[in-house]
């Protein structure tokens, strides 16, 4: 299901952790329910508070740790010694419960999970190398893909969705320089934690509010995403507070040659195969940030494109310059190319100290050449409530519009091999709620809505008709440790 490898758990760029028929699944829903009767339960004592203000070192920004006794968020005092020595680590579990009532192929209930794991080792406070940094992450993927199974939509219903392994996602060191304005990066890095990203859209579970369906589906297996990383390099330069320019060069394939009836994930199963031999792909992008400190309104604007070079099939045409659909080897085209805009911008802001909270709203707009791309234009588009329950300041509401274009070409060939279905587009809508149950613990209702699941296919059951539009609910559960 080479679908489902779109998106990817909610992770802070450069490392760091954040809320974020299955095997396993019965033990997973014990685990989670017994953690968080064992939270809901442990009282506000002073043991469990006192570190609250960081007492405890290495504890992830938002982690449940400070609502477990101090042993338990300490473990005996491994953690704070790790971390004054330059070594902290998080844990986090998400699961997804996501089921279409209506619509699709088929109707029925899915349960995926994320465990991921890593390291973060300041070098400098470790070994006195001055700037260098090294990250690290796993992950144990299980559960079942209802975008793949239930809709074969482009957009992926869960961010999370993967070929169910254990894998190594990203392994790199990072050093700055010209006191920290400069960063360069190497290893196995993935593109979806730096670039293409809008702030708002990481409150969404659907994989195209994070990396984007034209992206995915335009780049070789989506490129450099979650859960394949591959080995690159990344440059950020930041030269004040306002302004940052980055840019990135990978090995443009992750997986290599995969027979077509495979998951790209079966083709990479651990995430070990390091593979330097394709054609690279290049990513570079510029933002610029206003309003980041004081009272006023904060946003930012971002700029980038992308630049893949190795050969690309046309879509309608054969290399004898007929159609495609009459028959022949596809035109070869040189290399393949997109260019995108993103803004984030808050537009009113809640009287009080401390971080921003109030209603944001964010954008993105992309192209890609129809020649050679099913998806030659994306937008989307959302706005963001937070702090609107006194009661509650960190719960979050969020809606989101996404709408992929097919391109004329792809249509073209649909038309041309006398289809009676013919793509055109894909919409979806995303209305979700995310309540924080205690600070690393939140639990977050969710409704989609797909117009065009595909961008208005065929069913398999009755290729005289297009798969129909579907209406998805599921709740997602986030633990970070």
Not at 177 to 186: N, P, Q, S
Not at 286 to 309: D, E, M
């Amino acid at each position: 299901m080479v679908g489902v490898l779109r998106g990817g758990p909610l992770r802070k760029a450069g490392g760091g952790w954040l809320p974020g028929p299955a095997r396993g699944q019965d033990g997973a829903l014990c685990s989670l329910a017994a953690l968080a009767a064992a939270v809901a339960a442990e009282p506000a004592s002073a043991q469990t508070m006192e570190h609250r203000g960081g007492a405890v070192l290495g504890l992830p920004e938002s982690s449940i740790a400070t609502s477990l006794p101090r042993e338990l968020a300490d473990l005996g005092g491994v953690r704070s010694a790790l971390a004054s020595r330059g070594i902290t680590f998080g844990i986090n579990y998400v699961s997804d419960v996501l089921g279409n009532v209506s619509g699709g192929t088929k109707q029925s209930t899915h349960y995926v999970g994320l465990l991921e794991a890593g390291v973060d080792v300041d070098l400098e406070k470790l070994a006195g190398w001055r700037g260098l940094t090294f990250h690290a992450d796993v992950f144990q993927i299980h559960g079942t893909s209802i975008s793949g199974v239930n809709l074969g939509s482009l957009a992926a219903v869960s961010n999370i969705e993967a070929y169910p392994s254990t894998r190594l996602f990203e392994l790199w060191f990072e050093q700055k320089l010209l006191g920290d304005k400069l960063a360069i990066r190497f290893g196995q890095i993935a593109a979806d934690a730096e670039f293409f990203i809008a702030d708002g859209g990481g409150n969404f579970i659907n994989s195209t509010f994070g990396w984007t369906t034209i992206s995915s589906d335009n780049i070789p297996v989506g490129g450099p995403i979650y859960p394949i990383a591959t080995p690159g390099v990344q440059v950020s330069f930041h030269p004040n507070d306002n302004l940052k320019i980055t840019a990135g060069l990978w090995n443009g394939d992750p997986v290599g040659p995969c027979p077509e009836d495979l998951d790209p994930g079966q083709c990479n199963k651990h995430g070990l195969d390091f593979r330097l031999e394709d054609p690279p792909l290049l990513v570079a992008e510029g933002a610029y940030s206003y309003n980041r400190a004081g009272p006023g309104l904060p946003g930012t604007i971002k700029l980038g494109g992308w630049r893949h070079f190795g050969d690309f099939d046309d879509l309608r045409r054969n290399d004898g310059g007929g159609l495609l659909a009459g028959g022949g080897d596809p035109l070869k085209h040189d290399g393949n190319h997109g260019i995108y805009a993103v803004i984030d911008q808050m537009v009113y802001r809640l009287p009080g100290a401390g971080d921003p909270k109030g209603v944001s709203i964010f954008a993105r707009m992309a192209g890609s050449p129809s020649d050679r791309n099913q998806i030659d234009v994306y937008a989307d588009a959302g706005v963001v409530f937070t702090g609107f329950i006194p009661m509650r300041p960190s719960d979050v509401f969020g809606a989101a519009f996404a709408y992929s274009g097919i391109s004329s070409d792809a249509s073209g060939f649909d038309q041309d091999s006398g289809s009676v279905v013919i793509r055109n587009y894909e919409s979806v809508l995303e209305l979700s709620y995310t309540a924080q149950i205690v600070p690393g613990f939140t639990i977050q209702p969710d409704f989609q809505y797909f117009w065009n699941p595909g961008g208005h296919v065929a069913d398999p059951a009755d290729p005289m008709k297009a798969v129909k539009d579907a209406a998805v609910f599921g709740v997602r559960s986030t633990i970070n440790y």
